[in-house]
């Protein structure tokens, strides 16, 4: 029986409690009335009566040893259960942090409200590539070689192709490239409008940028007029701007229209008046547009006798610029949040 007294005293040692489940394990064992000790207790009306007494004395000792322990383990446990509380408390009734939802970028915000109005009339929206060869963005929309337009829209060349001028590939200038390729893929009625990113090498300041944004509009069907592109671009004028906003068209000339005509409308700044926006004329520019040259038409493989459409291209940043009073381009690109916020919930 001492044997097992010395193994018990060696367990309690070898023992250690971390937590309250196993501060329970520690007293089923050894404290409580099922545990070892009274085990052995019991064992005592076994052992001889002369060894009893000093057997008992050992088992007392041994049962304090036990209690001993089991108040120290306790008192951990305690311990440890109360640093865990004493963490800073946590207020539920504070308000949250408002958690910053982002803003519409005002491009963006333009960009879709166009889609919106012309889609309401019947225009679907089409991409084409930013990267694009020269004849998709020159050659096609009857740009000569050497013609001087193209020294107009400064371009960014990616890639020469000495064998073929029209495999050059370069940065768009403009949008009219989608022009081409929807002629080229699709059988008219063709009523599509395409929004996009173009590029030219331009010295970036407050009135230039070398990468901005156009959207590009086609109708191609049977007996379409310029009264058609009159009265679409009128629609449009009405729902983009300010009521009582005066339209004019003006003549004008692009390789790929004929005729073709600039539509300005009168100044949204100054209402006609004349400011430092409208450069004292009380107009403002806000699209080139015409009906398509018959030979582009038969440049994409449709029969220019049969069909014919006109097509216009405006820029967003000038729109915008318009509605939001906007003057300096570079704001659109350098994520000044102080910029970005006055669109909040616009
Ligand atoms: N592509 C022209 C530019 O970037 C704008 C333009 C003018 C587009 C007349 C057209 C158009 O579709 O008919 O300056």
Request: negative net charge; charged residues 25%.
């Amino acid at each position: 029986m001492l044997e097992n007294v010395k193994a018990i005293y060696e367990e309690i040692n070898q023992y250690n409690v971390a937590s309250k489940e196993e501060l329970e394990q520690f007293r089923m064992r050894f404290i409580s009335r099922k545990g070892v000790i009274t085990e052995l207790f019991d064992g005592l009306k076994t052992v001889p009566a002369d060894d009893r007494r000093a057997l008992g004395q050992e088992l007392n000792g041994l049962k304090n040893f036990a209690q001993e322990r089991f108040d120290l383990f306790s008192q951990q446990v305690e311990e440890q259960q109360t640093s865990a509380n004493s963490a800073p408390p946590v207020d539920l009734t504070l308000p949250t942090i408002p958690n910053l939802t982002g803003t519409q970028h005002p491009l963006s915000l333009v960009r879709q409200r166009i889609i919106q109005i012309f889609e309401r009339i019947g225009f679907n929206v089409a991409d084409g590539p930013e990267i694009e060869s020269d004849w998709y963005n020159f050659g096609a929309l009857n740009f000569p070689d050497n013609h001087p337009a193209r020294d107009m829209q400064d371009t960014f060349f990616v890639a020469k192709d000495s064998s073929n001028p029209s495999n050059d590939m370069l940065l768009r200038t403009h949008t009219s490239n989608v022009q081409i390729r929807l002629m080229e893929r699709q059988k008219p009625p063709i009523r599509s409008i395409m929004p996009g990113r173009v590029y030219r090498n331009e010295t970036i300041s407050a009135r230039a940028h070398c990468m901005f944004h156009q959207v590009e509009g086609i109708y191609i069907d049977r007996n379409v007029g310029f009264k058609d592109l009159k009265d679409t671009l009128y629609h449009f004028v009405k729902e983009m701007f300010e009521p009582g906003t005066q339209i004019r068209f003006r003549p004008s000339y692009f390789p790929f229209t004929e005729p073709s005509a600039e539509i300005d409308i009168s100044c949204q700044i100054c209402g006609g008046k004349g400011c430092n926006i409208c450069k004292h004329s009380g107009w403002v520019e806000i699209a080139g547009s015409g009906m398509v040259d018959p030979q582009v038409i038969a440049n994409c493989g449709i029969d220019p006798e049969e069909f014919t459409g006109f097509a216009f291209g405006m820029g967003i940043e000038r729109i915008t610029q318009l509605k939001y009073v906007v003057n300096d381009l570079r704001l659109y690109t350098e994520n000044d949040v102080r910029f970005l916020r006055q669109f909040e919930g616009l």
